[in-house]
C-alpha cells in the first residue's frame, strides 16, 4: 500500500478487530463455562505431557518421541505443563528439554503468534515462547518488544531477561516512553532478570545522573540489589542532582551496597528538601554504622516529618552503644515530644531485640 | 389524544408505569449481565499473562497492613489474626484495633500472642486520650493492638488502625471474613503492574455450607439455611457480577462489607475513614473515582474476581433485616455524598450513567415497586385491575429477576469456581427464581427502611447476634460493615 497513513490505519484496524474477536471468544467460553469434563481432559494431557518430560529427561526416550507425544496435547494443556515443570528445572535441563521443543509443531506456531495482529496475543505468545531456553527466539522477541504496546513489551522483556539477552536490554533502557506506565516493583524484576550480566548497561542508562523515567529508576534499584559497588558514583550523582524518585531510589541503593565512601553523600542528603530522600539517607546510613553519623542522625530524630524521624531514629539504634546513649538522651532531655516518643520506640524494640526473628536489623 | 389518554383508568396507569419501569429493570440488569461476562473474558485473558505465586516469590511485593476494626469480638477474633498472620504473602502486618469492647476481647488478644505494651508511635496524629493503650509482641512484628478508649463507628476504628499502620497498601478485614490463601497476592497484582491503581476490589461470598479449618475453606457447599442460600445469590449477582460489569465500565462505586485493598496515600488523598457517616467505609472507591478524574486519571480502582474472601451470612431474618437496613442507609448517604459524580465533566459519561443506575435502580427502585405493588393489591381488592396488563407485569416482573440472578451463578463457574458438588449450582437456581416472591419484596422494605435512616441521620455501629455455622459450632454472625 503506497499511503503509509492509510496502511497504519489499516494496521489498528486489523489490530482492534483481533483484540475484539480474543475477547468475545474467551467471554463465549466463559458462557458455555470451563465444564468439569474438560477440566479434567486437560489436566490429564498436562500430566501425559510433564510425564514426556520427564522420560525424556531420564534418557527413557529420545527428543523426536517427546516431541510426537507432546504434539498431540491440546496448546492449553501443552504450554501449561511447560510451564509448571519449568519451575522445578535445573538450568541444565532446561537447556536440555528446549533444544527438541523447538521443532514441536506448537512452539512454531506460537512463534509465528509473536506478529499476530492482536497485541494480547502477541504478549501470550512472548510469555510462552520466552519459557524455552533458546537464543534463537531472540531476535522475533527483541521485534516484538519493540512492536509494543506496553503489555507485549513487558512480556517480551521477561523473556528476553530469562535469555539474559542484552541488546534487549539497550533498548529497554534507550525507550524509557515504551514502559511509562509500569511500576518501578514491576520493572525491578525485568532488570534484575538480566542478571549481573546486565549491570554495565544499568550503570551507563544512569550515568548522567538525570534519570527519571520508571525504567531507569528500576535501574537504580537493581543496581543496588546487585550490591554493585562500581555503581557508587553514579548512584551518588543521582542523590546528589536526580529527580525526586531517583534520589529516593539512589538513597537506598546505596544503603544495600552500603560502602563506607557514601557517607558524605548520605549525609548531604539528610538537608534534602525532599523529605522521602531525607528518610533514605537516614535508613542508608543504618547500613554503614559510623559513630560520626550519630550527630547528623540526632538531630534528624526530631524532623517534621515522621518517617524521617523514623528512620534516624532506628538508623541510630543500628549505631551500637553510641547510637543507643544518643536515643535516650533524646528521650529524657529532648523538648520535643515527637522525638521522645520515636526514641522510646527505637529503645524498646533495642530491648525486645534479642526476642524478634532477624534481631533488630530485621525491623530497621 | 392526549385527553384520551387521560381518560384511561388509573389502574391501568399504575400497571403500566411498572411495566416500563420492570422492563428497563430488566434490560439494565441484564446488560451488566452481559458486560460481567464480557469482562471475566477478559481477566481470564489478563490472568494468562501473569504469574503471581513466582512474581511474589520475589522482593518487589507491594507491602500490605491488614486494618481489623474490632467489637466484642471475643469468640473469633484470636482464629481470625491467626489465619491472617499465618496468609501467605511476603510483607504484612495486621493492625487490630479494639474499639472499646466490653466482652475481653483484648484480654483474649492478649493472652493468645503474649502481647505486651507497645511504644510504637502513630504516623498520623491521634487525639490526645482516644487510645488507652498499643500492644506488640517482640516475636510477632507484624502484629500492632490498638485499643481505644471510646467506642465510635467501624470507619473511626479503621481511621486509628491507619495512623498505627506502615505500609503503603491498606485492606480493612472483619473478624469474621476469611481471606483464601491467595487473595492477596491476586489484589496487589494490578498495585504492581500499573502505577496508576490505586484501589483494588475482590469478591466477598458467603461461608455457610462451607468447611472453615485453620482459617482455610476446606470444602465449598450451598448452605443448609435456605435464607442463607437467598443471600449467596444475592451475593453472586451484586457482588461478582454487577461489580464485574462495572469494573469494565471503569465504575466501580460502592463495596459494602468488601474486600478491598488501596494505596494509603490515596486513602489519605480523599480523606477517607472519618467516621462521620455510616457510608464512610462504603464509598471509598467513589472518593478514589473522583479524586482520579480531577487528574485526568482513569481505571484506578480494579475488581478482581479471583480475589475471594468468605464471610458467614446471617441465618436469620431478623439479623438480616438489621444488617440490610444499615446497608443501604449506606448506600444512600454514599450516594448522596458523592452526588458530584452525575454531573461531573470531568468523568467519563459512563461514570455518570453508572450513577443514575444506582440510584434510579439500587435507591427508588425498592420504592416505586413497593408503591407500585400495594397500588395492585388496592386495584385487586377494588376489581378495577387489567388482568392482561398484570399478566404482563408478573412476567416481566419474574423474568428480570431471575434472569440476571441465573447469570451471575453461571459466571460463578468461570469467574471463581468455588462450589465442589456438581448440583450446588442447580439447586441455587432454584432460589434465583423463588427469590422474587418474598424475598424480594422484603429486601424492598429493608432498603426503603436503610433510605429512612439515611434521610434521618440515624447512626448505629450495627449489633450482633450468634448463629451456628454448618459444623454446629457456635460461631459470630456479625453484621458486614
Not at chain 2, 146 to 164: C, E, H, I, Q, T
Not at chain 2, 240 to 246: E, I, M, T, Y
Not at chain 2, 339 to 352: H, M, T, Y
Amino acid at each position: 500500500m503506497a499511503n503509509p497513513a492509510a496502511e497504519k490505519w489499516l494496521g489498528q484496524l486489523q489490530g482492534a478487530l483481533a483484540e475484539r474477536m480474543d475477547r468475545w471468544a474467551a467471554a463465549v467460553n466463559v458462557i458455555a463455562g470451563p465444564g468439569l469434563e474438560r477440566g479434567t481432559a486437560a489436566r490429564s494431557e498436562a500430566e501425559q505431557v510433564s510425564s514426556a518430560f520427564e522420560r525424556f529427561l531420564a534418557g527413557a526416550i529420545l527428543g523426536e518421541e517427546m516431541v510426537q507425544i507432546v504434539s498431540g496435547a491440546r496448546p492449553d494443556a501443552f504450554w501449561a505443563a511447560l510451564e509448571a515443570f519449568s519451575d522445578g528445572s535445573t538450568a541444565e535441563e532446561w537447556q536440555m528439554l528446549s533444544r527438541p521443543l523447538l521443532g514441536a509443531p506448537e512452539v512454531k506456531r506460537e512463534a509465528g503468534r509473536l506478529r499476530s495482529f492482536s497485541s494480547w496475543r502477541r504478549a501470550l505468545a512472548a510469555r510462552r515462547v520466552g519459557l524455552l531456553e533458546a537464543p534463537e527466539m531472540c531476535e522475533p522477541l527483541r521485534k516484538a518488544l519493540a512492536r509494543g504496546p506496553e503489555r507485549v513489551t513487558i512480556q517480551a522483556a521477561l523473556a528476553l531477561s530469562r535469555l539474559r539477552d542484552l541488546p534487549g536490554l539497550a533498548w529497554l533502557l534507550q525507550h524509557p516512553e515504551a514502559t511509562a506506565r509500569r511500576t518501578r516493583r514491576q520493572l525491578v524484576t525485568v532488570l534484575a532478570g538480566f542478571g549481573l550480566e546486565g549491570a554495565g548497561e544499568l550503570r551507563t542508562a544512569i550515568a548522567g545522573g538525570k534519570a527519571a523515567s520508571p525504567i531507569h529508576v528500576a535501574a537504580i534499584e537493581v543496581l543496588g540489589l546487585h550490591g554493585d559497588a562500581a555503581a557508587v558514583s553514579a548512584l551518588e550523582n543521582t542523590l546528589r542532582a536526580g529527580a525526586l524518585d531517583a534520589r529516593v531510589t539512589a538513597a537506598r541503593a546505596l544503603s544495600r551496597i552500603a560502602a563506607p565512601e557514601s557517607s558524605a553523600a548520605l549525609l548531604a542528603a539528610l538537608d534534602d528538601e525532599a523529605w522521602p530522600v531525607r528518610a533514605q539517607a537516614a535508613r542508608a546510613l543504618a547500613a554503614i554504622p559510623d559513630r560520626a553519623h550519630v550527630a547528623a542522625l540526632v538531630a534528624h530524630v526530631g524532623d517534621v516529618s515522621w518517617w524521617v524521624r523514623r528512620h534516624a531514629a532506628y538508623a541510630l539504634g543500628a549505631h551500637g552503644e553510641h547510637g543507643r546513649q544518643a536515643l535516650e538522651q533524646v528521650e529524657r532531655g529532648s523538648q520535643d515530644m515527637f522525638a521522645a516518643d520515636i526514641a522510646r520506640e527505637v529503645l524498646q524494640q533495642l530491648e525486645w531485640s534479642e526476642e524478634i526473628p532477624g534481631g533488630f536489623a530485621s525491623v530497621v | 389524544m392526549w385527553s384520551e389518554a387521560l381518560a384511561i383508568e388509573s389502574g391501568t396507569w399504575i400497571v403500566t408505569v411498572l411495566i416500563a419501569y420492570s422492563a428497563a429493570a430488566f434490560f439494565a440488569h441484564l446488560s451488566l449481565a452481559l458486560l460481567a461476562s464480557d469482562e471475566v473474558g477478559a481477566q481470564r485473558k489478563r490472568q494468562l499473562l501473569t504469574d503471581p505465586l513466582h512474581l511474589f516469590g520475589s522482593s518487589q511485593a507491594p507491602a500490605i497492613s491488614i486494618l481489623m476494626p474490632a467489637r466484642n469480638d471475643a469468640r473469633t477474633i484470636v482464629e481470625a489474626v491467626r489465619a491472617l498472620v499465618r496468609l501467605d504473602y511476603p510483607a504484612l502486618e495486621v493492625v487490630v484495633v479494639n474499639d472499646a469492647s466490653s466482652d475481653g476481647t483484648l484480654d483474649r488478644l492478649i493472652a493468645a500472642f503474649e502481647l505486651r505494651p507497645s511504644q510504637r508511635t502513630p504516623i498520623a496524629a491521634v487525639p490526645r486520650g482516644s487510645v488507652r493503650g498499643v500492644y506488640g509482641a517482640p516475636h510477632l512484628p507484624g502484629l500492632v493492638v490498638v485499643d481505644m478508649a471510646k467506642p465510635g463507628s467501624r470507619a473511626r476504628a479503621a481511621g486509628f488502625a491507619l495512623a498505627y499502620a506502615r505500609h503503603p497498601l491498606v485492606l480493612v478485614a472483619d473478624a469474621g471474613t476469611v481471606l483464601e490463601r491467595e487473595t492477596l497476592v491476586r489484589l496487589a497484582l494490578p498495585f504492581y503492574e500499573d502505577a496508576s491503581v490505586t484501589g483494588v476490589v475482590g469478591v466477598v461470598r458467603p461461608s455457610n455450607g462451607s468447611v472453615i479449618e485453620r482459617g482455610q475453606v476446606t470444602f465449598c457447599g450451598r448452605p443448609a439455611s435456605r435464607i442463607a442460600r437467598f443471600q449467596t445469590v444475592e451475593y453472586l449477582r451484586a457482588m461478582l457480577s454487577q461489580r464485574l460489569a462495572w469494573q469494565s465500565q471503569d465504575a466501580v462505586f460502592l463495596v459494602p462489607g468488601t474486600l478491598g485493598l488501596f494505596s494509603r496515600d490515596a486513602l489519605r488523598a480523599v480523606d477517607s475513614f472519618r467516621g462521620g457517616n455510616v457510608g464512610d467505609d462504603v464509598d471509598v472507591c467513589m472518593r478514589l473515582q473522583r479524586h482520579a478524574a480531577k487528574f485526568g486519571k482513569h481505571k484506578v480502582v480494579r475488581c478482581v474476581s479471583a480475589a475471594v474472601a468468605w464471610t458467614r451470612v446471617p441465618e436469620s431474618l431478623r439479623v438480616v433485616a438489621r444488617q440490610r437496613t444499615r446497608w443501604y442507609q449506606a448506600v444512600a448517604e454514599a450516594l448522596w455524598f458523592n452526588r458530584e459524580l452525575l454531573f461531573n465533566a470531568r468523568l467519563a459519561i459512563r461514570q455518570g450513567l453508572a450513577f443514575l443506575f444506582h440510584v434510579v435502580f439500587e435507591l427508588y427502585g425498592p420504592v416505586i415497586e413497593t408503591l407500585g405493588q400495594i397500588a395492585l393489591v388496592v386495584l385487586l381488592a377494588r376489581g378495577e385491575l387489567d388482568i392482561p396488563l398484570f399478566v404482563i407485569y408478573f412476567s416481566v416482573f419474574m423474568v428480570g429477576g431471575t434472569v440476571p440472578s441465573l447469570m451471575a451463578l453461571a459466571l460463578e463457574r468461570s469467574a471463581c469456581p468455588r462450589f465442589q458438588r456438581g448440583d450446588d449450582l442447580e439447586s441455587l437456581a432454584v432460589y434465583a427464581l423463588l427469590e422474587n416472591v418474598g424475598w424480594r419484596q422484603m429486601t424492598a422494605l429493608w432498603r426503603i427502611a436503610g433510605l429512612w435512616r439515611a434521610l434521618w441521620g440515624i447512626r448505629t455501629w450495627g449489633a450482633r447476634r450468634r448463629g451456628r455455622n454448618a459444623a454446629g459450632e457456635a460461631a459470630e454472625v456479625k453484621e458486614a460493615a
